[in-house]
């Protein structure tokens, strides 16, 4: 698949380029976050998601009404993480009836989101239920602002809503990149709709269906059970509950990705919620991992800063600005500055660079 190229940020000295968490609160029983997305202009067409059924916000399950617990071993569990990615292992305990999911949190893709945060190494932990058990009462994850689950390639999940309580697709959107992902002003980047590279670029889940023609699973919510991904065919399948869930008989219940929200999933079916702990670097602007941030890359000479500025940038040399040394464009004038993803970057002239509007 080939990515779309979009501006790096440039803004060198504004407050919101910092990555300080929001203290938003989520259910008492759901694991809290103090992730927060960056809102960004409203731009419903942005990703591409199959058509698929919706779910029945009503239709919600309860213990022993459609949430029906299958089986399920060491074995078949590891065997729906792909290989080949280092970012990600998964280790798996059945005596202890738990898994692990351990993760960088970072894609094994170069992302061209068009935030203003940079992606940085997490440290996710997340030990959850082998077997997952059915809750007497679902519980909500609508107004979550954090993790509710991690994708097979170790990026979380977020759920259907921004910060600021909107849709994430229709006000997020324009800032998700090729992958469907972008990160938050915590710089952990993550995913609110169905990802289009968890199995690599060019490599879509349809191209990994199960043996029985079922959709692949493409990820675990916090509650243990599988997500798979989105299917289009929806009376082939039976419809989905409150939660994007169904049981049959091969999976007993999972959830399903869709095109409307809640996108992913809209309510833990599980009764036990899984631990998750992050010992990540917290977001600063130091030197960036490699191929996978978003904001102006650290430099020492114009040499590191080879295909570090934006297409349609006359040229990049490493600058000093008010977070150090910085790989910048530079210019004559504005008519040589690219746009960045906050708006038109200006040319200072006296420095040769190309800056915000409100300048550095």
Do not use: K
């Not at 213990?63 to 078949?76: H, N």
């Not at 082939?236 to 994007?244: E, F, I, S």
């Not at 409307?260 to 919620?273: K, Q, V």
């Amino acid at each position: 698949m080939q990515l779309r190229p979009v501006a790096l940020l440039f803004a060198l000295s504004l407050p919101w380029i910092g990555c300080s968490g929001d203290s938003s609160s989520a259910p008492s029983d759901v694991p809290t976050s103090t992730a927060t997305d960056a809102s960004s202009t409203p731009d419903s067409a942005a990703v591409d998601a199959p058509a698929v059924d919706a779910p029945a916000a009503a239709d919600v399950p309860a213990g022993g009404t459609g949430c029906v617990v299958a089986a399920r071993t060491c074995a078949q569990l590891r065997a729906t993480f792909p290989t080949g990615n280092a970012n990600v292992s998964v280790t798996c305990d059945e005596a202890a009836g738990t898994f692990t999911i351990t993760s960088t949190g970072v894609p094994n893709y170069t992302s061209n989101q068009t935030t203003p945060n940079a992606i940085a190494t997490q440290g996710w932990v997340a030990v959850l239920p082998l077997v997952p058990g059915c809750a007497a009462a679902p519980t909500s994850v609508i107004a979550s602002r954090g993790e509710v689950g991690f994708m097979v390639n170790g990026v979380p999940f977020y759920g259907p809503q921004d910060a600021d309580g909107r849709d994430a697709l229709v006000f997020e959107g324009s800032s998700f990149d090729d992958c469907v992902g972008h990160a938050d002003m915590r710089c952990s980047y993550h995913y609110h709709t169905e990802p289009r590279c968890v199995f690599g670029v060019g490599d879509p889940a349809t191209n990994h269906p199960q043996a029985d023609g079922h959709p692949p699973v493409i990820g675990y919510a916090l509650d243990g059970f599988a997500i798979h991904s989105s299917y289009a065919a929806a009376a082939a399948h039976g419809p989905l509950d409150g939660c994007n869930g169904h049981a049959d008989a091969a999976r007993g219940y999972h959830y399903h990705a869709t095109a409307t929200s809640p996108y992913l999933i809209g309510c833990y079916a599980g009764r036990a919620i899984g631990r998750v702990t992050r010992s990540m670097a917290l977001c600063s602007m130091t030197t960036p991992d490699a191929g996978a941030t978003m904001g102006p890359r650290a430099c020492t000479s114009s040499s590191d800063c080879t295909g570090a500025c934006p297409t349609g940038s006359v040229g990049c040399a490493c600058a000093t600005t008010p977070m150090g040394m910085r790989c910048v464009p530079t210019c004559n004038s504005t008519a040589d500055c690219p746009t960045g993803p906050m708006g038109a970057l200006t040319c200072n002239v006296a420095m040769h660079q190309c800056v915000p509007a409100m300048g550095m």
